[in-house]
């Protein structure tokens, strides 16, 4: 299982999916209407790392963060 | 063996939360720029540059309140230390999570170098990057609800991965 986290302004309890990459990740949380605008403007972390790749791998035990745009300061 | 690798990960654990300070609340503006000074002004640092973010009184906010998820904000914080100390430089900062109130400080980021000016260029590529990339969110707090800042918010690089 992989655990899905949502960071900041996003009211979403965390979830956990049987996903291998982010690509099923994405055809899952477009179903959720709610979730679209955060979809189109949220970065994802895996594990804590950045990732620009849609196809990037997942396993068993891993963490994907979405992060809303963001202004500290 | 063993012990030196913990005195080694304790160490590495203390430099970082020397560095980089999370608080709940505003800022103790004095208390963390005097210690920063006391604590560099011996090392040979011939630049010391403070920058103080103030909360200002303005559409009709009483103040800010901010999330910061630290994981991902510590990453991002050694990221820059690896470059200032490439220049032989050292970035400091401090942030509050939770609520501050209007005229006080919720951010503090500080550059020591030896050179006035790898300082002044430091100081406002750090203070930049931080603005876009920092994993910290922002709410006005009017009324005393809190509502996102969404239109003075920075996507960050990689957005919209899974639309």
Redesign the interface.
């Known amino acids: 299982m992989v655990k899905i986290e949502f ?3 996003i009211k979403k309890e965390s979830m956990q999916v049987e996903i291998n990459n ?1 690509n099923e ?2 055809e899952i ?2 179903q959720d209407s709610e979730l ?1 605008p955060w ?7 895996v594990n ?5 790749n ?1 196809n990037h791998p997942l396993e068993n035990g891993d963490k994907v ?9 | 063996m063993e012990i030196k690798y913990l005195c080694f990960l304790l160490y590495v654990v203390v430099d970082m939360s020397e560095n980089l300070k999370i608080y709940d609340g505003d800022l103790p503006v004095n208390d963390i720029t005097n210690k920063w000074y006391e604590e560099f002004k011996n090392s040979n640092y011939g630049a010391i540059i403070t920058f103080v973010g103030v909360v200002r009184d303005e559409n009709n906010i009483s103040g800010l309140s901010f999330d910061i998820y630290e994981p991902i904000l510590n990453n991002w914080f050694n990221t820059w230390q690896q470059k200032a100390k490439e220049l032989n430089a050292i970035v400091l900062m401090a942030h509050s999570k939770g609520d501050v109130l209007n005229h006080q400080s919720s951010y503090i980021a500080a550059v020591c170098s030896p050179k006035r000016r790898v300082a002044l260029e430091l100081i406002d590529e750090f203070v930049e990057d931080f603005k876009a990339s920092a994993p910290i969110w922002k709410y006005d707090i009017i009324n005393n609800e809190k509502k996102y800042a969404l239109n003075r918010s920075t996507k960050i690089n990689g957005a919209g991965l899974l639309k």
């Open positions: 960071l900041g302004p982010l990740l994405s949380l477009i679209i979809l189109e403007n949220s970065a994802v972390a804590d790392i950045l990732v620009a849609k963060s979405l992060l809303p745009p963001v202004c500290g300061g």
